[in-house]
């Protein structure tokens, strides 16, 4: 190796380091980001072996549910299905992505009341016909126990943040202490105290804060000029020096805020006031911010109303958090605030977890926060995390003993499962490829299918309301003695009945003793009834006996009365309860099929219908159902088949690597062969990531290391060609006008083998063309040009073909050989055959394309004239300092010249020496001319015509070489006489054969003159 080489080596190192370093910088700068998530992608779509657990089970609000049911939302009764039947058929659990953030109308009847809707705080279990729906709702979640709901986390939002709040506190105590609301360092102070939220304050954010810290002042000690609550908007711009629009805007918000303040403080000084119900504590409230009563709808009594349900909301909805641990606050994401679950629903669930979606950078939604703080110091699960938990024991409660997080590895440990966090507290859904997002998941429950059996139930329940109130109606006639006890117990039945069914929707815990007196004085009043109508069938078969003469005006009046009570029964009882047959055997074929699907499975229930569903991109799907995200966690964490990845050091340790290698490569391999081992590598490389995530989930970088090959790649073959192979460019150029392009490469790739002289048999071949100094002199020198230059095109391109170094061309001829030290050429005697016949095919086929063109006449003239010699030769460099030719030097070099010289003699085309006939092999068809005695060398040359490839030679010509053969051994065996008869009757056959002509003549002279001992068979030639 060179110097020069040694140089270029170097330099090219570098820059392939040079590019790893910019990649790794690249990667550590988020800038391949975005590819590398579609990287991951794929491998959730197309390498994902993550199975469906058979544990779970979705029912979805699917595009069929909403046209059968109706219009979203629906009223909250009927939500109670989706709670309610999965309870009654043995779900494991019931995980609801559906939102409850406050109440629902009042429905009587099954029709929506149009004038208002349910207020905790006012209205009352009153008629039974008026069932709030959240009662309804509420019922069927604690009657599951095993409800799972949604509420969400929030990454800003000021006036419901606890840092907000402190802040407020702040202000009101500088307030309170005479500062004035107007003097900017009263915010400034503030600011110093109290914790900065996410995403950080604006000024906005503190002006609010002002605001409600001047609306929350107490009438006992008011500051100067505020009175708390009752300070009117435009008050409040004055005395806070703020635009008077801007309060305008922001007062009712802020109203709203301070009442939570005060609501909250409330509750802090007198825990006894929590238990209360929404309206005795708003009874309580009320005098102390306001002088409104309690029946007057103004903002401070709205603000105040929707202050208590939010408080009491997040009272629940706290209650659900998991008790205070540092290690787990340590692996929360911290968000402002929380939207609760309505106070009801969230006292009534099981537990209650935060659901929230933040996209990565392109937008799609791979991952999700497993726990959340607000800075209360209590940490929150996921909706997902909260139900596997305690389905794999891992919680009980708010304990969470089960749950622990390695923050050096940030690797959260939920009982045997370990789910790998980001830096923002984030695990990786563990996404199931699906083309059909609606029906995803092994088992799919559309909610038309709870609600068609909950709508039987309610036919059923009105098919037995229109029984109760017929036979209500028939035994509570006079005609019964006894009907005066039947209504007192009639009436006994309806209130125990309305007060179960109110302890039931109120969650009381006497309604369970409540329905059983209920459902005994039914007992009793349907035995009473069955009593009476005995009586009535005895009194019809006695007025049935009597004569129609007999019977009294009673009789005749009791008579019709019984009819009447049987036509009403036939009209209205008997069709009702055999619709109640159909309809019970509809539910029982629908829950049949409904258990075999939900029985002891989880229930995530949530949105899919296209109208309804937050639709986001996610790895698997342009858009899918947010339910998804939970569903797929869930299945991830109860099959313990998590996403893992490896870490960013990982990640730029495997980027160097694979750019090293690519480098190591790219320098000591050519630009083609290292461009094929690195794109085999990066090919391996992408199948190893895909396989590393189908066995074991866990995604390798695969962007970076592969950007960081092709970078090293690329750069050093730039760097090659503009620097280093523009020589082997030009070098390679020049070469190809005398051999082919991949003798030239191999000469321009491997300078150092043109420098190295080296002896090894080659086969040369020299070219002529026939009498062409007598033509040139006849035709003219533009003439003889262009024939020439045409003619050793043609020859030049068969000799290029066959890959023939073309040495020089020497007038007419042509000088070329094979097997360079360069190329070796293990078949360069058989090269040389077939380019020596291809010659010959070559030069007749120009003949035949000049006279069908009208060219030149002269090319039907031209016949070429072929010597090969196979042999040792010195192949090399040889020339001056100034200029030099590579080239081959020796006797066979020689011996190939005097047989192209010889074909004059013997009146041949193309001869050729034994040592190319016997390593040309069977392909070619050869005639014996005998030994050559030629000048400059004293050994005779056994040399042979060469007559053309065997298949293509005819039988008669072959037979003819074979006796001329025949005739040339007998000459060299010395018998002249023989030979002489037998190349007489060759030249009798062929009188055109020169050869034979000149073995006759031989033949003469040496039987007047016999040969000495020392002859060798061989025939003189005359030139040289």
């Given at each position: ?51 469906h ?13 909403v ?37 629902q ?41 095993n ?25 009101h ?5 005479g ?16 914790a ?15 605001l ?68 005795e504590?708003?009874?309580r ?31 629940a ?58 800075g ?9 995390l ?42 990786i ?16 429950v ?30 509570a ?57 005995d ?82 991109p ?46 190591l ?5 050519g ?5 094929m ?5 990066a ?21 970076p ?5 092709f ?19 030009e ?9 082919s392009?991949?003798?030239?490469r ?16 080659v ?33 030049t ?7 023939a ?34 010659l ?10 000049q ?32 200029k ?42 050869f ?56 190349f ?41």
């Open positions: 190796m060179t110097n020069r080489e040694r140089s270029a080596r170097r330099w090219a190192f570098l820059i392939g380091i040079a590019a790893t370093l910019a990649v790794c910088l690249a990667y550590a700068l988020r800038m391949l980001e975005r590819a590398e998530l579609r990287a991951l992608d794929l491998r959730f779509r197309y390498a994902n072996s993550i199975p657990s058979d544990e779970l089970v979705r029912i979805d609000i699917d595009d069929s549910s046209e059968t049911v109706g219009r979203w939302p629906w009223a909250r009764f009927k939500q109670s299905c989706l709670v309610e039947i999965p309870a009654e058929l043995g779900a494991r659990a019931v995980v609801v992505d559906l939102e409850y953030l406050d109440g109308p009042l429905d009587i009847d099954d029709r929506r009341v149009d004038d208002g809707y349910f207020d905790p705080l006012s209205e009352q279990l009153t008629p039974d016909s008026l069932r709030p729906s959240d009662m309804e709702l509420r019922a069927a979640i604690a009657g599951a126990g409800v799972y709901l949604a509420f969400h986390a929030h990454a800003r939002t000021p006036l419901d943040s606890l840092s907000h709040a402190e802040l407020v506190d702040a202000l105590a500088s307030l309170r202490a500062a004035s609301p107007r003097d900017p360092k009263l915010r400034s102070d503030a600011l110093r105290y109290v900065v939220p996410r995403g950080g304050w604006t000024e906005a954010d503190v002006d609010q804060a002002v409600v810290a001047l609306l929350a002042a107490e009438r006992d000690a008011p500051i100067v000029g505020t009175q708390g609550f009752d300070t009117p908007p435009e008050a409040l711009a004055l005395v806070a020096g703020l635009d008077a629009e801007v309060v305008d805007r922001i007062h009712s918000r802020c109203l709203e805020a301070a009442a939570r303040r005060f609501v909250r403080s409330a509750l802090a000084g007198e825990p006894q006031l929590l238990p209360l119900a929404p309206v504590l708003f009874e409230l009320l005098p102390r911010i306001s002088r409104d009563p309690p029946d007057n709808d103004t903002p401070r009594t709205e603000a105040l109303g929707r202050a208590i349900r939010y408080v009491r909301s997040a009272v909805t706290r209650s659900h958090a998991y008790a205070p641990d540092a290690g787990l606050v340590a692996a929360a994401a911290k968000y402002d605030a929380i939207q609760p679950v309505l106070f009801d629903f969230a006292a009534a669930a099981r537990r209650c977890g935060f659901v929230v979606f933040e996209p990565d950078s392109d937008g799609v939604a791979r991952r999700v926060s497993l726990l959340a703080t607000i209360d110091g209590l940490t929150y699960p996921q909706l997902a909260g139900c596997a938990a305690d389905l794999v024991g891992a919680t009980r409660g708010r304990a969470a003993d089960g749950i622990r997080y390695d923050a050096d590895r940030r690797l959260l440990h939920v009982a045997d499962r370990v789910i790998q966090l980001d830096a923002a507290g984030r695990a859904v563990p996404w199931v490829a699906d083309r059909d997002v609606q029906a995803a998941g092994r088992r799919h559309p909610a038309e299918a709870l609600f068609r059996v909950q709508q039987r139930r309610r036919d059923m329940a009105e098919n037995t309301r229109i029984i109760r109130d017929t036979l209500e109606q028939i035994f006639s006079e005609f019964f003695s006894d009907h005066d006890a039947y209504v007192a117990a009639l009436r006994r039945y309806k209130e125990l009945d309305a007060g179960a069914d109110r302890a039931r929707l109120s969650g009381d815990p006497s309604a369970t003793e409540l329905r059983a007196a209920a459902d005994a004085a039914r007992a009793q009043i349907e035995e009473r009834e069955r009593a009476m109508w009586f009535a069938l005895a009194e019809q078969r006695r007025m049935d006996g009597l004569d129609a003469s007999a019977r009294t005006f009673a009789d005749e009046r009791s008579s019709d009365l019984l009819e009447l009570f049987q036509q009403t029964i036939a009209d209205r009882v008997l069709p009702a309860r055999a619709a109640n047959e159909n309809l019970e055997r509809e539910i029982a074929a629908a829950l049949s099929v409904l258990r075999s699907r939900i029985a002891g499975r989880t229930c995530v229930v949530g949105y899919t219908a296209t109208a309804l569903a937050d639709m986001t996610t790895p698997t799907s342009r858009r899918a159902p947010g339910v998804l995200a939970h569903y797929w966690l869930l299945n991830g964490l109860l099959t313990n088949r998590l996403v893992y990845w490896t870490t960013p050091a990982q990640n730029l340790g495997l980027t160097f690597a694979a750019g090293l290698l690519a480098t490569i790219a320098v000591w391999r630009p083609r062969g290292a461009a081992i690195v794109g085999a590598l090919l391996s490389y992408a199948a190893a990531s895909a396989v590393t995530f189908h066995a074991a989930t866990t995604a390798i970088a695969t962007v290391p592969l950007v960081a090959m970078a090293a790649l690329g750069l050093i073959a730039f760097h090659r060609y503009i620097f280093i192979e523009r020589e082997r460019r070098l390679t150029t020049a070469l190809t006008q005398y051999t392009r991949a003798i030239a191999q000469v321009a790739e491997n300078p150092e083998l043109c420098r190295r002289a080296e002896s090894r048999e086969s040369v071949i020299f070219t002529d063309l026939r009498g062409f100094t007598q033509i040139a002199e006849r035709i003219g020198a533009d003439r003889t040009q262009r024939v020439l230059n045409l003619c050793l095109e043609r020859c391109a068969v000799l290029v073909r066959h890959e170094m073309v040495n020089k061309f020497m007038g007419d001829g042509i000088f070329a050989f094979w097997n360079p030290v360069i190329y070796p050429q293990s078949d360069h005697a058989r090269r040389a055959c077939e380019s020596a016949t291809d010959q095919a070559a030069m007749a086929a120009l003949a035949r394309e006279s069908l063109r009208g060219g030149d006449p002269v090319f039907g003239e031209l016949v070429t004239r072929v010597g090969v010699a196979t042999g040792n030769a010195v192949v090399g460099p040889c020339g001056s300092a100034m030099y030719d590579y080239t081959c030097i020796g006797d066979s070099v020689n011996v190939a010249a005097r047989l192209e010289s010889a074909n004059k003699f013997f009146g041949t085309l193309m001869l050729v020496n034994d040592a190319t006939r016997t390593a040309a092999g069977d392909r070619f068809a005639r014996a001319i005998g030994g050559v005695q030629v000048k400059g060398r004293r050994q005779p040359v056994q040399v042979y015509e060469l007559l053309g490839r065997r298949a293509g030679c005819p039988p008669q010509r072959l037979r003819y070489a074979e006796e001329f053969g025949t005739a040339v051994a007998a000459f060299q065996s010395r018998d002249f006489a023989a030979a002489r008869a037998a007489v009757a060759c030249v009798a056959l062929h009188p055109d054969d020169s050869a034979a002509a000149r073995y006759v003549v031989a033949c003469d002279r040496l039987l007047r003159e016999p040969p000495s001992e020392q002859w060798q068979g061989a025939i003189e030639l005359e030139d040289k």
